[in-house]
C-alpha cells in the first residue's frame, strides 16, 4: 500500500518552462489537494478536487492549472514556470470523513 | 471550515509534557479539530482528533474545552523526536464538507535537552 505517490520529487525548471506534477493515491479517496510550502512558512492551498472530474480553488491558484480525470491521480500543472513558484508541493488525499494523507512532496526550483 | 489561531513557537524541555494550545472561537456544531504535524521538510502528519469530548491515542491527548472555542493538544512526555510543526486545523466531519481545508501557521514546538 503505496498511500500517496507524487512525481517527480526533485526538478528545476528555468522561467517560463512548463511541467506538470502528478500525484497518485491507492486509497480510493474520493477528495485530493495540493498544497505549496515556501521556507519558514506553512501549507498553503492550491488547488483542491472533491471527485473526479471536479476542481477547486484554493488560497493561491494563479499560475498553476489542475486536473482529475482519474479519481486516483491529481495533476498540478504550471504553464510558464516564475521564480516565485519555486517551493515545495505537497499533495494530500482523504475521505470526506477521514485525516489527511499526504505525500513526500516535490521540490521545485525555478532558476 | 473555521479559522484557527496558534502561537508561533513554544519550548519544552525533553521527558516532560508539552501542551500546544489552539483558538477556533469561530467553530461550528459539526466541525471537528484535527491536529497534524510536520517534521523537518516531510509531509505533515496526523495526529489525532476530536469534537467535544477530550481523545487519546498513542500518540497524543487532545483536551477540547466545553464551549469548544478552543482546545490544547498535549503530548505527554516530549522527546527530542517531537520537535516539529504542528497544526490545528478544523474541518466539517461528513456531509457538508466543502473540501476546502486551510492550514494555517501552525506551532514550531522545541524540544530541548
Known amino acids: 500500500n503505496a498511500g500517496v505517490t507524487q512525481t517527480p520529487k526533485f526538478r528545476v525548471l528555468k522561467t517560463g518552462q512548463s511541467m506538470t506534477l502528478l500525484c497518485a493515491q491507492d486509497?480510493?479517496?474520493?477528495?485530493m489537494y495540493w498544497y505549496r510550502q515556501d521556507p519558514g512558512m506553512g501549507l498553503r492551498l492550491i488547488h483542491y478536487?472533491?471527485?473526479?472530474?471536479?476542481?477547486a480553488k484554493g488560497e493561491v491558484p494563479d499560475g498553476y492549472n489542475v486536473s482529475r480525470l482519474k479519481k486516483q491521480n491529481f495533476l498540478l500543472g504550471l504553464e510558464s514556470a516564475a521564480p516565485s513558484q519555486t517551493s515545495v508541493y505537497f499533495c494530500?488525499?482523504?475521505?470526506?470523513?477521514?485525516?489527511?494523507?499526504f505525500g513526500e512532496g516535490s521540490r521545485l526550483t525555478v532558476l | 471550515d473555521a479559522k484557527t489561531t496558534q502561537p508561533p513557537s513554544m519550548d519544552c524541555a525533553e521527558g516532560r509534557a508539552a501542551n500546544l494550545p489552539c483558538n477556533h472561537s469561530?467553530?461550528?456544531?459539526?466541525?471537528?479539530v484535527y491536529w497534524y504535524r510536520q517534521i523537518h521538510s516531510q509531509g505533515p502528519q496526523y495526529i489525532i482528533h476530536?469534537?467535544?469530548n477530550n481523545e487519546t491515542n498513542e500518540m497524543a491527548s487532545l483536551i477540547i474545552t466545553e464551549d469548544r472555542k478552543s482546545s490544547t493538544l498535549i503530548l505527554p512526555h516530549a522527546t527530542l523526536r517531537d520537535t516539529a510543526v504542528y497544526y490545528c486545523?478544523?474541518?466539517?466531519?461528513?456531509?457538508?464538507?466543502?473540501?476546502?481545508?486551510?492550514f494555517g501557521q501552525g506551532t514550531t514546538l522545541q524540544v530541548k535537552p
Open positions: 478536487s472533491v471527485g473526479e472530474g471536479t476542481t
Open positions: 486545523i478544523v474541518r466539517v466531519y461528513g456531509s457538508g464538507n466543502t473540501g476546502k481545508l486551510i
Open positions: 476530536g469534537l467535544k
Open positions: 469561530t467553530i461550528s456544531g459539526n466541525e471537528y
Open positions: 486509497m480510493n479517496h474520493e477528495y
Open positions: 494530500a488525499s482523504s475521505r470526506p470523513t477521514g485525516e489527511l494523507f
